[in-house]
């Protein structure tokens, strides 16, 4: 196959030892607390992850996930298509106290001597490079058309009665009277 699906966790050390690398994909349907925030979760995110131990001798995770999403403009409340990528280098450590003394370039991994959630790595830089606030493009969102034409009609609308009034000074007053008229009933 040639997008093998990532695994679900990876021990803790072999993969460092090896210096592996997987790169395959991860179904959006799968991921539990993204897909709540997706209008399509079919398709899947392309995965790249590097094991190895760098000049310290700490174990890293090097790496990107890239996919198309389809969440709900905050504008106009129709789809939109938002593709997201994050890269990350991920230093894998056994305790708190040691992710403290990570450097600020390797975002820690606390993992104890578990295998490590792959999965749930993934799942989070997708989350945390999802915008506050995902919106269209104004140019391309219906919220701008919508609200640009109401601002037309208003314009429209504050011409058209100044022209009136220049025109003919007296229709608002004649349009007082014949509502006067109308109203106690005189002129029927
Ligand atoms: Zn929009």
């Not at 695994?7 to 460092?16: N, R, T």
């Not at 003394?101 to 999965?119: F, I, N, W």
Request: hydrophobic share 40%; with cysteine; aromatic share 4%.
């Amino acid at each position: 196959m040639s997008n093998p699906e990532i695994p679900l966790s990876v021990d803790a050390l072999k993969p460092f030892e090896q210096g592996a690398v997987r790169e395959g994909e991860l179904e959006l349907a799968g991921m539990n607390r993204l897909a709540p925030l997706l209008l399509e979760t079919e398709g899947a995110a392309r995965v790249r992850l590097a094991f190895f131990f760098d000049e310290e001798r700490r174990r890293v995770i090097e790496g990107w996930v890239r996919a198309d999403l389809v969440v709900m403009c905050q504008r106009c409340l129709e789809a939109m298509d938002l593709p997201l990528e994050s890269t990350f280098r991920v230093g894998v450590v056994d305790t708190e106290a040691m992710a403290e003394q990570l450097p600020a370039s390797l975002e820690p991994m606390v993992a104890g001597k578990r295998d490590l959630p792959v999965h749930e790595l993934l799942e989070d830089e997708l989350i945390m490079s999802l915008p506050d606030y995902p919106a269209h493009d104004p140019a391309d969102c219906s919220a701008s058309a919508a609200l640009e034409r109401i601002n037309r009609d208003a314009d429209d609308g504050v011409a058209e009665a100044r022209e009136h009034n220049t025109d003919n000074p007296f229709s608002v007053l004649a349009g007082l009277g014949s509502g006067g008229r109308g109203q106690d009933g005189t002129d029927q």
